[in-house]
């Protein structure tokens, strides 16, 4: 069983950045993909980044390309989602999930979820 807990959602201004963190507690399994998704008002949960507790391969949606950085900390049980140059259209929950198994999935059929942290992106 995993837990997950995620930190460091908020208000911020257009342009600017935030870091999501995601503590995890339980058995950690190297192979374990780490992923974020969000989900906006009136909209489905959508992918936004996922990346390989063993080798720390990523993969990203296209909307977050070249904005957004995820990254994991083993020693600290924990992942990060940089979020840089935020967009309004960024205003979401950001949920943490993980995924057992190989590969860095984009689906939402994961395993284990956590309870979301709110990102608000002001014009």
């Known amino acids: 069983q995993v837990q997950l807990v995620e930190s460091g959602g908020g208000l911020v201004q257009a342009g600017g950045s935030l870091r999501l963190s995601c503590a995890a507690s339980?058995?950690?399994?190297?192979?374990?993909?780490m992923g974020w998704f969000r989900q906006a008002p009136g909209k489905e949960r959508e992918f936004v980044a996922v990346v390989s507790w063993s080798t720390g391969f990523t993969r990203y949606a296209d909307s977050v390309k070249g904005r957004f950085t995820i990254s994991r900390d083993r020693a600290k049980n924990t992942v990060y989602l940089q979020m840089n140059s935020l967009k309004p259209e960024d205003t979401a929950v950001y949920y943490c999930?993980?995924?057992?198994?190989?590969?860095?999935?984009?689906?939402?059929?994961?395993?284990?979820w956590g309870q979301g942290t709110q990102v608000t992106v002001s014009s």
């Open positions: 999930a993980a995924n057992r198994g190989y590969g860095l999935p984009i689906g939402n059929g994961y395993d284990y």
């Open positions: 339980g058995r950690i399994l190297d192979n374990v993909a």
